[in-house]
Each structure stands twice: as C-alpha cells, then as structure tokens.
C-alpha cells in the first residue's frame, strides 16, 4: 500500500460526457502528479500541483483539467469525453522536489464507450 | 528533448537466470534515474533510483542497476530470477533543474518460466 488512494477504481461512461477523479496523496505530500497509461502511448505525464499550485504541464488535452485543493487533495476533470480517452490514470505523491521517489496510486480505469 | 528507450518490449527469463534490462537515456545533461515496476493490475512500485554518488544503486527485491554516463544507460539487473518477478519494468528520467515530472520508457514485460 503506497498511502496514496484514488477513487473511483473503474469508470465506464459514454462518449462526450464529463467525468471527475480523485486522488488522495499520502499524508505530508505537498506535490500531486497525474499521469495517464495506454496501450497506444505508454505512461504519460498529464500535470502536477505542488501546494495547490500548478507546476508543470505535460502532454494534457485542453478538455482535461485539474486542481489541488487545500487539503492536498486533487481533482482530475475529463470532459467531452472521446474513445481514445480510456486509459488508466494514475495519481502519485511526492515530498520534496525531484529526485525524490513517487508514490502512485492504484490507478482510475476509465472505459469510454 | 529528453528520451527513454527500454530495449525490447518482452523479455522471458527462466527461474534462477540472470534477468537483464536495458535503458538507455537521452539528454544533455544527466538526469536522476528511476526503475518502476507495475505487477497486474497494480499502481507502480520504486525498485531503485540514482540521483547522485555511488553509480551502483540497489534496490528492492534484489535489483540492482549502474549508471554509466558514458554509455547513457541505466540498466537493471537480478542474479536471479523468481517468478514473482513477472511483471512490467518501467525506466523513467527527470530533470535535475525540473520539479521532478517522470518520462518512461515503453516498459519491459517480464515472463519469468519454471
């Protein structure tokens, strides 16, 4: 167990709709990233928060976003949902800057249908 | 631009060999360096990292992996393998001056047979 918990675990929905995932990092963590994991394109970095601030953008889709919220947290909003959408998407937390070990969730399985 | 490639996407090893993973990075300046690995329907686990020092790191499970600059390679390595060694191996880089954003490679899947 990583300490940090992402909810819901599967997701299936349809096509243009929006969703919303939540992850929890582990207690101390100031640092949120989210990443997405497909067949097609392997592990990628989506964003990360840091204190509820945005500190860096990776391959995120202008229809997705996200915050960290005071309690640390995070939200990530998908909407307008496509086929391609469906993926794993992993949370991980981090104390300290980088370097420092990620601690990843077990991950949201969103279908799109 | 930096750039992980893990070479070969599959990889079969028989119970008690050597397992051999190979990583290689590309950047113009060395990142720290990470090996993940993902068991089925699982999140992903910290088998080792290097950051700095000794360019021999070991790691979790009996996995050990040498950093040559020179060669840009990160590869990983167990005497030994069991079977509760299959799963998917992931080599990641950050940058030094980022705030610590992981690129994977492709991963590796590990079939370890009796």
């Known amino acids: 167990d990583s300490g940090v918990t992402q909810t819901p675990k599967h997701l299936i929905t349809a096509t243009g709709q929006r969703v919303t995932l939540r992850c929890s990092p582990r207690?101390?963590?100031?640092?949120v990233y989210w990443y997405q994991q497909s067949l097609d394109q392997g592990l990628q970095f989506l964003i990360q928060?840091?204190?509820?601030?945005?500190?860096a953008k990776g391959n995120i889709l202008e229809r997705f976003s996200a915050q960290q919220f005071p309690d640390l947290h995070s939200e990530l909003n998908l909407s307008s949902l496509e086929l391609g959408d469906s993926a794993l998407y992993f949370c991980a937390s981090q104390s300290g800057g980088a370097g420092n070990e990620q601690f990843f969730g077990p991950g949201t399985r969103l279908t799109v249908l | 631009a930096q750039s992980v490639t893990q070479l070969g996407s599959h990889v079969s090893v028989s119970e008690g060999a050597l397992v051999l993973l190979r990583c290689n990075y590309s950047?113009?300046?060395?990142?720290?360096l990470f090996w993940y690995v993902q068991y089925p329907n699982q999140g992903l686990q910290l088998l080792l990292k290097y950051t700095t020092g000794a360019t021999l790191v070991k790691g979790i499970n009996g996995f050990e992996a040498e950093f040559k600059k020179s060669e840009t390679s990160f590869h990983l390595t167990k005497p030994s393998a069991h079977m509760s060694d299959a799963a998917e191996y992931f080599c990641?880089?950050?940058?030094?001056?980022?705030?610590?954003?992981?690129?994977f490679g492709a991963g590796t899947q590990v079939v370890v047979t009796p």
């Open positions: 990641a880089v950050s940058p030094t001056d980022s705030w610590g954003k992981l690129q």
């Open positions: 950047s113009s300046v060395p990142p720290y």
């Open positions: 207690s101390g963590d100031l640092s």
């Open positions: 928060y840091y204190n509820g601030e945005e500190r």
